[in-house]
């Protein structure tokens, strides 16, 4: 099944693509075609990899559900104790600082299997555009980044 218009506009937000230079760079379109199964007027032989980029895309929308639940209630951003109500008066901490470090590695990680599966180079960092993790690029390997270090 061929990527539809959503799939399309979200596998160009999260690997950083706007649709304003869409005709200086059709690249990114012309890829999304390619990786399709020849019944769908591609050039691929199945549809594994558009089904590995479709399954990677879906999670990617959960991580980015979960972070924007995370980040909509102000008081998740401290760690906070419930308390269970057991005999031994324990309590459950939830550490939402964590949490986001690792929702966010764990979609950084999904879109790079996508970048890996399209040959192409993420131009802007999704889950690290708010400046609290640092550079976005200790975040990629050292071939996405381009740099020695």
Not at 72 to 90: D, F, H, K, R, Y
Not at 99 to 108: D, E
Request: hydrophobic share 40%; glycine share 6%; aromatic share 10%.
């Amino acid at each position: 099944m061929a990527f539809s218009t959503s799939e399309i506009e979200e596998i160009r937000l999260y690997l950083g693509f706007d649709r304003l230079f869409l005709a200086s760079n059709p690249y990114l379109d012309s890829v999304l075609q390619a990786i399709q199964s020849t019944a769908d007027h591609g050039s691929a032989p199945d549809s594994t990899t558009e089904n590995l980029v479709r399954a990677k895309l879906q999670q990617v929308v959960a991580i980015d559900g979960y972070i924007f639940q995370i980040l909509s209630e102000p008081t998740n951003i401290a760690v906070t104790e419930i308390p269970t109500g057991l005999t031994n008066n324990a309590v459950l901490k939830q550490d939402y600082k964590a949490a986001l470090r690792a929702l966010r590695k764990n979609g950084t990680d999904c879109i790079q299997a996508i970048s890996i599966a399209v040959g192409l180079k993420p131009l802007r960092f999704y889950f690290y555009s708010d400046g609290q993790q640092g550079k976005a690029s200790d975040f990629w390997p050292r071939f996405f980044v381009g740099q020695n270090r």
